[in-house]
Each structure stands twice: as structure tokens, then as C-alpha cells.
């Protein structure tokens, strides 16, 4: 029998987005949408991809599980961010630009330290404006942005906070991700993952007491739908200035 990810990876071009889209709840065997990647399938097994559900990367399916959940909960409404105009800091490959623009933003600043990650669609794309090699704590706008989402790694959302303070006007969506956030003495696994998952709980409230004293109000906080890449637990929170 072959796995169901190895089955996938041909279509998919990696073993990685196969995962991820597999996780996703992208993937249907025999009419059932399936969650595990390492699903044995047999020669007689009929699988299904929702292909228009696919994204470029993990991050955007973590985002479009978290825009859902604020429908859902009635939060947002059906259509909250057409017209909007949205600022991505650490936008790496374009998986929460992608996820924005399939929510009907009209315009989106993408911001990143590193260079030619952006993938060409999200390039293409003219509603895309791309500042790469751009430290965030550097970027000087010139406009407003209705909404602000950001997913940064080996940097704590403390350190930008002075930035969060000048470019938000609005509302705000942080991926906080406990494992750049605790400390280097908590203890982590090979793959750098928190053995203690008590701790990055403890974290997550101390960051949303302490962006209350910076003048935030939290609206929500989730769990990420999907952890981290190494198995790290990761929450969004979504503010309001």
C-alpha cells in the first residue's frame, strides 16, 4: 500500500504541499475528507482534491481557518474585508496575501526581510505592492491600511511592537508563535519544539495582557488550525486599536 501523501506528491509537486493540503481538509478518499498524511491506500481507493481550495503554503491555510472561525462565530460578516486595503509584514512566499486577496481586499502591501520568496501570481498580481530586503521597524507608509496581519519567525512580536503601534490604525491579526517567545531556556525537542506546552500557553496571556497596556483591544484569540512547520502550536490574535 501506498501512502496517501506519497500518492499526492506527483499532483501536488512536493510532499509538503501534499501535507498541507491533505491537513487541510483538502483531500477527500472515497467521498470522505481525510486529515492523515501517512493514510494507507489501497488500488481500489477513489481520491479527490478541492483543487480551488489549495493555496501556495501552509500559512495561508492557517489564515483562511481563522477568517472562517471569525465568520462562523459571527464575528465578521460574510464579505467584512472587500474593498480593504491590508498590510502583510513577513510576507514570505504569499500565503496570507493570497488568502486576503481571496477575500476580496482591493490592495495589499506586502513586507519582508528576505528577497524572492513572493511567488510570481501573488507578483503578478496588481493589486500586490512588494518592499522586500524591508526591515518592518524601517517601513515608512504613506497610507492607511484597514487591516494589518503579520507571521514573523526568530523574532518576538515584542520587538515590533513600536511598529504595530505606528502602522496599525485599525485592526490587526498576529500569528504569535510561542516557541520566539519564551525564552531560550525552555526546554525544546531536535526539531526545536516546546516539551512544556504549559508554556506557551502562559505566553500567549501574557502577550495579550501586555498589548492591552499598548492600547490593543483583543477581540479574539484562536489556535492555529495547523501547528507549526517542526509541530509547534501557534495562536492568532486579532486586535483592534
Known amino acids: 500500500?501506498?501512502?496517501?501523501?506519497?500518492?499526492?506528491?506527483?499532483?501536488?509537486?512536493?510532499?509538503?504541499?501534499?501535507?498541507?493540503?491533505?491537513?487541510?481538509?483538502?483531500?477527500?478518499?472515497?467521498?470522505?475528507?481525510?486529515?492523515?498524511?501517512?493514510?494507507?491506500?489501497?488500488?481500489?481507493?477513489?481520491?479527490?482534491?478541492?483543487?480551488?481550495?489549495?493555496?501556495?503554503?501552509?500559512?495561508?491555510?492557517?489564515?483562511?481557518?481563522?477568517?472562517?472561525?471569525?465568520?462562523?462565530?459571527?464575528?465578521?460578516?460574510?464579505?467584512?474585508?472587500?474593498?480593504?486595503?491590508?498590510?502583510?509584514?513577513?510576507?514570505?512566499?504569499?500565503?496570507?496575501?493570497?488568502?486576503?486577496?481571496?477575500?476580496?481586499v482591493s490592495e495589499i502591501v506586502c513586507v519582508d526581510v528576505g528577497k524572492n520568496q513572493l511567488h510570481q501570481n501573488m507578483r503578478d498580481d496588481e493589486r500586490v505592492r512588494v518592499f522586500e530586503e524591508c526591515d518592518v521597524r524601517e517601513f515608512e507608509p504613506c497610507e492607511y491600511f484597514d487591516i494589518v496581519v503579520c507571521d514573523v519567525s526568530f523574532i518576538s512580536l515584542y520587538k515590533l511592537m513600536e511598529s504595530f503601534e505606528r502602522l496599525v490604525s485599525a485592526e490587526c491579526i498576529w500569528l504569535f508563535k510561542p516557541q520566539f517567545e519564551v525564552g531560550r531556556a525552555a526546554k525544546r525537542d531536535k526539531k526545536g519544539v516546546l516539551k512544556d506546552k504549559t508554556l506557551a500557553h502562559i505566553a500567549l496571556a501574557d502577550f495579550c495582557a501586555y498589548v492591552q497596556t499598548r492600547g490593543f483591544r483583543i477581540l479574539h484569540t484562536s489556535q492555529s488550525i495547523l501547528s507549526g512547520k517542526e509541530g509547534n502550536e501557534e495562536f492568532f490574535v486579532y486586535v483592534q486599536r
Open 1 to 104: 500500500m501506498q501512502r496517501l501523501d506519497i500518492y499526492l506528491k506527483t499532483l501536488l509537486s512536493s510532499r509538503t504541499k501534499a501535507q498541507e493540503a491533505i491537513e487541510s481538509g483538502c483531500v477527500r478518499v472515497n467521498g470522505k475528507v481525510v486529515y492523515k498524511s501517512s493514510l494507507p491506500l489501497k488500488s481500489s481507493d477513489e481520491v479527490d482534491i478541492d483543487t480551488q481550495g489549495l493555496l501556495l503554503g501552509r500559512a495561508g491555510y492557517k489564515l483562511r481557518g481563522f477568517f472562517e472561525e471569525l465568520v462562523c462565530k459571527g464575528l465578521w460578516e460574510e464579505g467584512y474585508l472587500v474593498g480593504k486595503r491590508a498590510l502583510d509584514i513577513g510576507s514570505s512566499t504569499g500565503g496570507f496575501a493570497q488568502v486576503l486577496l481571496n477575500f476580496g
